[in-house]
T-cell receptor, first 112, second 114 residues
Framework: QKEVEQNSGPLSVPEGAIASLNCTYS??????FFWYRQYSGKSPELIMS????GDKEDGRFTAQLNKASQYVSLLIRDSQPSDSATYLC????????????FGQGTELSVKP | NAGVTQTPKFQVLKTGQSMTLQCAQD?????MYWYRQDPGMGLRLIYY???????DKGEVPNGYNVSRLNKREFSLRLESAAPSQTSVYFC?????????????FGPGTRLTVT
């Protein structure tokens, strides 16, 4: 079992819809959770971080964390074609040198 | 403030050649990281440096060496390149290693080994 798992996609949603991206992790000691957006040929860009159970909202983005079920999700409301990218889930543990463990990424395509 | 910079952006090597990938950050961050990204594999940690003067292996260190030259610079060296090292290499940094560890990435180096 991979430490961090994501559906590779592609996930296709129409413009204006809600895109839902999911991530599960195996290490119950994971403390910090991140969503990165990566456009083709570019470097990962941090868009959301979440550290405690519940929801965290930032503009059109909402991150949801459920440590009991070991999953973290990202919702993108009012999806735009510019949201088309690969979304990477990453987790880290305390006292692990700040190392991140990444999932393989989910490719999102928003159709006009 | 340039953030994290990497050189070169692109490189083609022949099998057996050596090269050094350079990374520098101007954010006064303590910890720096080298990742590689292969299609469908996400990013995998090669080496990291928690602070100036220290380095540690990550998930895939074989075939690589690193040097933390000073607080700003962290280089990755391929002593004898192999086709399996064809990948995109990203450098990243964070201010500290406490619970809140938001990493920031450089633009990447695209390496092809023939």
């Amino acid at each position: 079992q991979k430490e961090v798992e994501q559906n590779s996609g592609p996930l296709s949603v129409p413009e204006g819809a809600i895109a839902s991206l999911n991530c599960t992790y195996s290490d119950r000691g994971s403390q910090s959770f991140f969503w990165y957006r990566q456009y083709s040929g570019k470097s990962p860009e941090l868009i959301m971080s979440i550290y405690s159970n519940g929801d965290k909202e930032d503009g059109r983005f909402t991150a949801q964390l459920n440590k009991a079920s070991q999953y973290v999700s990202l919702l993108i409301r009012d999806s735009q074609p510019s949201d088309s990218a690969t979304y990477l889930c990453a987790v880290s543990r305390v006292n692990q040198g700040g190392k991140l463990i990444f999932g393989q990424g989910t490719e999102l395509s928003v159709k006009p | 403030n340039a953030g994290v910079t990497q050189t070169p952006k692109f490189q083609v090597l022949k099998t057996g050649q050596s090269m050094t990938l350079q990374c520098a950050q101007d954010m006064n961050h303590n910890s720096m990281y080298w990742y590689r990204q292969d299609p469908g594999m996400g990013l995998r940690l090669i080496y990291y440096s928690a602070s100036e003067g220290t380095t540690d292996k990550g998930e895939v260190p074989n075939g690589y060496n690193v040097s933390r030259l000073n607080k700003r610079e962290f280089s990755l060296r391929l002593e004898s390149a192999a086709p399996s090292q064809t990948s995109v290499y990203f450098c990243a940094s964070i201010r500290d290693r406490s619970q809140m560890v938001e990493q920031y990435f450089g633009p990447g180096t695209r390496l092809t080994v023939t």
